[in-house]
């Protein structure tokens, strides 16, 4: 039954790893694949992470199934991280939250559940997205539509248009919305934006499904949760997808969420319950490791204050690069104007680079970029920021 079968197109983020690890240049750079890097290049284990590990080491007893949603103080704690200590949703029970094997799992249990309880409803991605938001939505069988979010005239965010394209979507579709730390711009509604999306959402019928992977990485882990306690304010209802990949560097561990936001305790069980059908369908149950990291870390005061301090590192780290990567280039003598690099949040950014720029940065320098000219700002470092502005100098 193989001798016919084709080999598949290489993934165009991931695709683009397996050429980097493949180049021989010792002085190759990987702006492709969102995984954060330090000073020196490494993607290191959080302090914290480590401390909980020894903790589960010595505690654990069993190596049994989670429950098809997880352990219950996981998910308790994705609930406060994502809405705040003693907000109502969680006073009031109107929210549940299943433990998923990371973001992209959580975005593919919400997808089949909007496929098989919500026939016909299409959901709307912001024009440009995350390249696996269209393959993992249409591989569970939901149509995927755009609505406008850049201005690629100023390298900002057109709220003027993506409002009036929210206006065409019809009541009962969803609409994908990033938490923060848009993922591939780094461009974020403000506060009173994202009121404003909520009462347009509210008025519109539409079901909002949050994708929120940065939480942490643009001004801090309260400040992020701002937009979705504004949607929150005016919209009842929505789908909620979480990671702990970036802000506890638990890429390998799979650690994700989705939590769904209810009119009541009983609706959320309901939903919750469809929910669970999806997740015995896919995968049973959660993996454990990940999930008993964040509980321990979040749960213990010191460790959640030290976890704090670790992810504000990280987020200093990347504006320093944005930083430093606008004013290199300036030095270099580059007029093309990057400084709406340094407004932007989250480890990425919309470059501005062609594709035929990016290409020749590939092959002639060895730069690996995803050739939306998306580049990870956390891949940068202050060892490589010269040739790397020296080559787009070039390029351009």
Request: hydrophobic share 35%; glycine share 8%; net charge negative.
């Amino acid at each position: 039954m193989f001798e016919n079968v084709q080999t598949a197109p290489a993934d165009p983020i991931l695709g683009l790893t397996e050429l980097f690890k493949a180049d021989p240049n010792p002085d190759k750079i990987n702006l492709s694949v969102g995984v954060y890097q330090d000073a020196t290049g490494k993607t290191p284990v959080l302090k914290t992470v480590k401390e909980a590990e020894k903790r589960i080491l010595e505690q654990e007893n069993s190596k049994g199934y989670l429950p098809m949603t997880g352990e219950p103080v996981y998910c308790a704690q994705v609930q406060e991280l994502l809405f705040g200590e003693g907000h109502e949703i969680i006073t009031s029970k109107r929210a549940a939250t299943a433990q998923c094997p990371g973001g992209t799992g959580a975005l593919r249990v919400a997808g089949d559940y909007l496929v098989k309880l919500h026939p016909g409803a299409k959901i709307w991605l912001s024009n440009p997205t995350w390249a696996n938001h269209n393959t993992i939505f249409e591989a569970a069988g939901l149509t995927c539509e755009k609505y406008s979010y850049r201005d690629p005239q100023t390298n900002g965010l057109d709220f003027t248009a993506m409002c009036e394209s929210i206006k065409t979507i019809p009541s009962g579709d969803i609409i994908l919305l990033h938490g923060c730390c848009h993922n591939p711009t780094g461009i974020d509604p403000t506060p009173e934006q994202w009121a404003q999306l909520g009462d347009l959402l509210a008025e519109r019928g539409i079901l909002p499904l949050v994708d929120f992977a940065y939480q942490g990485l643009a001004d801090g882990v309260e400040e992020d949760r701002a937009g979705l306690l504004e949607l929150t304010k005016k919209v009842k209802q929505m789908l909620i997808c979480s990671s702990f990949s970036k802000n506890f560097g638990l890429y390998r561990e799979r650690t994700g969420a989705l939590t769904v936001v209810a009119d009541n305790p009983d609706q959320a069980g309901t939903v919750m319950s469809q929910v669970k059908l999806r997740i015995r369908y896919n995968y049973s149950n959660p993996p454990s490791h990940g999930g008993q990291i964040v509980a321990v870390v979040l749960s213990d005061k010191q460790l959640r204050a030290q976890w704090l301090e670790e992810v504000a590192d990280i987020r200093n780290r990347i504006n320093e690069m944005r930083h430093l990567f606008v004013k290199t280039l300036k030095e270099k003598g580059v007029t093309q104007d990057f400084s709406s690099i340094i407004e932007q949040r989250g480890m990425f950014s919309f470059s501005g680079l062609t594709k035929e720029q990016v290409d020749r940065l590939r092959e002639e320098y060895s730069i690996y970029i995803v050739g939306s000219g998306r580049i990870n700002v956390a891949g940068m470092t202050p060892s490589n920021m010269d040739r790397l502005c020296e080559a787009i100098k070039a390029v351009l």
